[in-house]
């Protein structure tokens, strides 16, 4: 039986953590002890700390799934290894009264590094984690970043449990909406945005721009990209995005608008703000075939001329082959549609449209004939759209959007996150135009 003084009880303790292998399972502490104890004279010393004390194997216990359908890891391997470590009060020693140093798993000492003890995460380390994650990279690419720079192991779900850390609110939506916008226009005076209520004062539309995106439109604001998208904040709000292209063709947003909803009147005052905080002549805007944003334009820009991306008119005419003609005409029926999209007059177009299957025809006519000055290629061919009669620059951006955040997020960490990746974006391009000279 081997035994300690009662002082070096803690450096037991120690001792055996610094094994790695054995963890603190619980014990019974002096107090517990002596409350169950009528004699004072036969109390425990307070020294001791604990009347009794196990330790076991980080790998004992037995993993019991919580009915997850996800295969989840674990440290339990059903290890027997454990030491029991009791007061004696005669001797005033501690002593092991159970031993079983017989483990049934290798000993790895690398494996040692996976272990929470060693992944404990500082509060310069988490502030790290936080401003990569603000910058949209990957738990992967923060987890080997991490590992790399710090010189211990990181995994996954350490960077997950530090990101939802970061993201718990400090106050309403409201309030840390307001809190986000109101450091944009602090960090930047020509930074701006709007907020319109509804009859029950709730936000209906919240618009913003940095000043970066409102130089870029001063210069670029011939024509004006407008698209909406979907599943990036928990309470469903579509967001718009206006995009203008620069002198090299390239895409450029130029604000940003979150709706509660997508009526025409709602579209009507985005414009509006759009417009009046931006004195501007847009002379050409690129939109999907949407009749309530069709509207709104048409409302707020009276003069402009307005253009249907000509991929998604593609897609449309494609689904129509598919739901008016037999499979024995859809092709025939789809080349004769793309035909009287890209018709150079109007003497082809007409003469395509009459060769349409009756079905397709009426759809047609009734349709797109209307509007046939915003897709014909015949008709739009002198507006002036800088060679882009597509949205796939807007397109594209939602991508990224997708990737920065989710319908899980909230409505404060999406502009965050739109307004940080927004601001690496133009560093980037800073840093890119320095380069070229």
């Excluded at 009880?9 to 953590?17: I, T």
């Excluded at 907020?195 to 870029?216: H, K, P, V, Y």
């Excluded at 082809?348 to 349409?356: A, K």
């Excluded at 989710?406 to 999406?414: E, R, V």
Aim: charged share 25%.
């Amino acid at each position: 039986m081997r035994t300690w003084d009662q002082h070096k009880h803690w450096n037991v303790r120690s001792e055996l953590y610094s094994e790695k292998w054995f963890v603190d399972s619980g014990g019974r502490t002096i107090e517990q002890a002596n409350s169950k104890i009528a004699n004072p004279t036969l109390h425990y010393k307070k020294e001791f700390k604990y009347a009794f004390v196990n330790f076991k194997c980080i790998h004992g216990g037995i993993f019991k799934s919580r009915g997850s359908k996800r295969n989840r890891q674990s440290h339990q391997l059903e290890c027997p290894a454990k030491i029991t470590l009791s007061a004696q009060r005669k001797t005033d020693k501690l002593v092991i009264t159970k031993l079983n140093l017989e483990h049934n798993h290798e000993h790895i000492p690398e494996s040692c590094a996976y272990y929470h003890a060693d992944r404990r995460v500082t509060e310069k380390e988490k502030n790290e984690i936080t401003k990569l994650v603000k910058l949209g990279l990957t738990a992967g690419k923060i987890m080997n970043h991490m590992s790399e720079t710090s010189g211990t192991v990181f995994c996954r779900h350490d960077i997950h449990n530090v990101a939802k850390q970061g993201a718990k609110p400090s106050g309403t939506v409201q309030e840390e909406v307001w809190s986000i916008l109101t450091k944009m226009c602090k960090e930047d005076s020509t930074s701006q945005y709007f907020i319109r209520g509804d009859s029950e004062n709730n936000m209906s539309t919240l618009f913003f721009q940095t000043g970066a995106m409102r130089r870029i439109l001063n210069v670029y604001c011939d024509v004006l990209f407008v698209d909406g998208t979907y599943c990036l904040n928990n309470l469903g709000y579509p967001l718009y995005v206006f995009l203008c292209v620069d002198g090299e063709i390239k895409g450029r947003v130029v604000g940003y608008c979150i709706v509660k909803d997508e009526t025409t009147t709602t579209l009507t005052d985005v414009f509006q703000d759009f417009i009046s905080s931006n004195h501007i002549n847009v002379k050409t805007v690129v939109v999907d075939k949407d009749a309530a944003e069709i509207a709104a334009i048409k409302e707020v820009f009276p003069e402009v001329n307005i253009l249907l991306c000509s991929f998604h008119v593609a897609q449309s005419f494609k689904t129509a082959a598919t739901k008016y003609c037999p499979p024995s005409e859809r092709e025939k029926s789809l080349d004769i549609l793309m035909k009287m999209l890209y018709a150079t007059s109007e003497e082809d177009f007409v003469t395509s449209f009459e060769m349409l299957p009756s079905w397709l025809k009426i759809y047609i006519e009734k349709n797109w004939m209307p509007n046939r000055k915003s897709w014909a290629q015949y008709m739009t061919k002198h507006i002036l759209s800088w060679g882009t009669k597509t949205n796939n620059h807007v397109e594209r951006h939602n991508r990224v959007l997708k990737t920065l955040s989710s319908h899980t997020k909230s409505l404060p960490s999406l502009i965050e996150k739109i307004l940080d990746h927004h601001r690496n974006e133009e560093q980037r391009l800073a840093l890119t135009a320095t380069t070229l000279f």
